[in-house]
């Protein structure tokens, strides 16, 4: 089981930066892939980047070469950085996470809201 709390959202002009974390609790963090997802208004949720336990990264077409995300499992956070940011990256994004052989994300956090002004 792992608990997933998200933290920095808000609202920036188009070409501005974000950071969002999202702390975990539970053990054994380092065992789980995890991602940031998110869904804008009337669109569907989308994968926006993964971090799987080994480091490996998958990042949503649109927002490579802008996003990061990284991961510090000693002290069980996720976190995603976002440079030139855009008026379509508003959305309400979520922090996920995958346990080990699990086909689907089963622990979600209740998401933060990111709004880029034009």
């Known amino acids: 089981q792992v608990q997933l709390v998200e933290s920095g959202g808000g609202v920036v002009q188009a070409g501005g930066s974000l950071r969002l974390s999202c702390a975990a609790s539970g053990r054994s963090f380092s065992n789980y892939a995890v991602g940031w997802f998110r869904q804008a208004p009337g669109k569907e949720r989308e994968l926006v980047a993964r971090i799987n336990s080994n480091g490996s990264t998958l990042y949503l077409e649109s927002v490579k070469g802008r996003f990061t995300i990284s991961r510090d499992n000693a002290k069980n956070m996720l976190y995603l950085q976002m440079n030139s940011l855009k008026p379509d990256d508003t959305a309400v994004y979520y922090c996920?996470?995958?346990?080990?052989?699990?086909?689907?994300?089963?622990?979600w956090g209740q998401g933060t809201q990111v709004t880029v002004s034009s």
């Open positions: 996920a996470a995958r346990s080990l052989g699990s086909p689907a994300y089963g622990y």
